[in-house]
């Protein structure tokens, strides 16, 4: 039976994948909270952290490589790997250069990116990782607006670390009274991470993609990625570029 929610009361949703998103996108007037755990919105989160002023998600190459064109930064990945021609891909530690602060940079990536834009007629729309973490479960209560937590997923299929993250925020805001509409998704994603919490990398030693990432020789990006609260900001997607308040 579908738990009633009164005015009062919140619902948390998780998308497992982009393709079910209009599954769950009833009400405009609610918080997509896009996640890439390896690494999009990780590479974004610590993109602001080091000063970059701002990101444009697009879905293709040839959009990123318009932007390029007219002198832009930009920044492309497919399968793990940057994309030839362009400087910057999807590491988290490509943004941590010096050079990056006050720069516009524009990306596109495999996953991510696109579930940016396919969440991007809800009323907001803001990036989460286990970086940011605590910075996205205040920000949620504080907005105090229903929630979609909308995981990129690996080409449209499930993966662990982005549903693990879901959980996550949903192990967190269901200490909140008012977030307790829970779906079963919902309720899936906060067990998963219950049990994961100890030790998120052992968690997901064997999951499909961190091992993708690991042939690349990319461990270094997986254990960075798998940290908690080191950044406290929340980037928020407004009109078509991803910016953080001050």
């Given amino acids: 039976m579908e738990t009633i929610i009164n005015e009062n009361q919140r ?7 982009p393709n079910l998103f209009p599954v769950y996108f009833k009400n405009k007037d609610c918080i997509v909270v896009v996640i ?30 318009k932007y390029q064109d007219t002198g832009m930064l930009a920044a ?11 400087d910057i891909g999807n590491s988290p530690f490509s943004y941590m250069k010096p050079e990056m602060k006050g720069k516009e940079v524009v990306l596109t990536t495999t996953n991510g990116t696109k579930a940016i834009n396919y969440a991007k007629d809800a009323s907001e729309v803001v990036i989460g990782s286990f970086l940011n973490l605590k910075a996205i479960c205040d920000y949620l209560e504080k ?11 690996w080409k449209d299929r499930f993966n662990l670390e982005d549903t693990l993250f879901a959980g996550a925020v949903v192990y967190h805001l269901k200490k909140n009274e008012r977030f307790i509409g829970l779906s079963d998704s919902s309720i ?12 998120l990398n052992e968690f997901l ?16 990006d997986i254990e960075y990625c798998l940290q908690e609260n080191i950044i406290e900001l929340v980037p928020i997607l407004k009109g078509n570029t991803l910016k953080v308040e001050v």
């Fill in 11 to 17: 619902r948390i949703e998780v998308c497992v994948s």
């Fill in 36 to 65: 890439d755990i390896f690494r999009a919105t990780s590479a974004i989160c610590t993109a602001f952290e080091n000063g970059v002023k701002g990101i444009i998600p697009v879905l293709t190459i040839e959009e990123a490589r």
């Fill in 76 to 86: 492309a990945e497919r399968s793990g790997e940057i994309v030839e021609g362009f």
């Fill in 143 to 153: 907005k105090d607006k229903d929630v979609i937590l909308l995981c990129s997923g």
């Fill in 188 to 199: 899936a994603a906060s067990c998963l991470y219950d049990q994961a919490k100890g030790d």
């Fill in 205 to 220: 030693k064997n999951s499909s993609h961190r091992n993708r990432l690991a042939r690349l020789n990319l461990e270094k």
